[in-house]
């Protein structure tokens, strides 16, 4: 009954912007730690952002000051603001929603979307 889905992916060349959303459905999130996970083929899930449910957010330190996640809790709704993106950032991006204190371990996060692509050329 829970539902996470994640829209906005694509493809993009290296400098460009995507904004990708996770519309919730099945309960409320305001009480959850929403938060974005990445994965590369070969590579672990790994975390991107992160929104507590206090409001504070906190985000890996190669997307500093280049992605900017949001919340629009009345829409249950969770963004991320990707701009200047690289080639590195290339990856399956999940929305996921755990209870409690947000955490970099995926394990902690009982919800998942199904993933939307993002793929940034040179």
């Known amino acids: 009954q829970v539902q996470l889905v994640e829209s906005g992916g694509g493809s993009v060349q290296a400098g460009g912007s995507l904004r990708l959303s996770c519309a919730a459905s099945?309960?409320?999130?305001?009480?959850?730690?929403m938060a974005w996970f990445r994965q590369a083929p070969g590579k672990e899930r790994e975390g991107v952002a992160y929104?507590?449910?206090?409001?504070?957010?906190s985000y890996r330190g190669s997307v500093k000051g280049r992605f900017t996640i949001t919340s629009d809790n009345a829409k249950n709704t969770l963004y991320l603001q990707m701009n200047s993106l690289k080639p590195e950032d290339t990856a399956m991006y999940y929305c996921?929603?755990?209870?409690?204190?947000?955490?970099?371990?995926?394990?902690?996060?009982?919800?998942w979307g199904q993933g939307t692509q993002v793929t940034v050329s040179s």
């Open positions: 929104y507590g449910s206090d409001g504070t957010s």
């Open positions: 996921a929603s755990g209870w409690g204190s947000c955490t970099t371990n995926s394990g902690a996060y009982n919800h």
């Open positions: 099945g309960y409320r999130y305001s009480r959850y730690c």
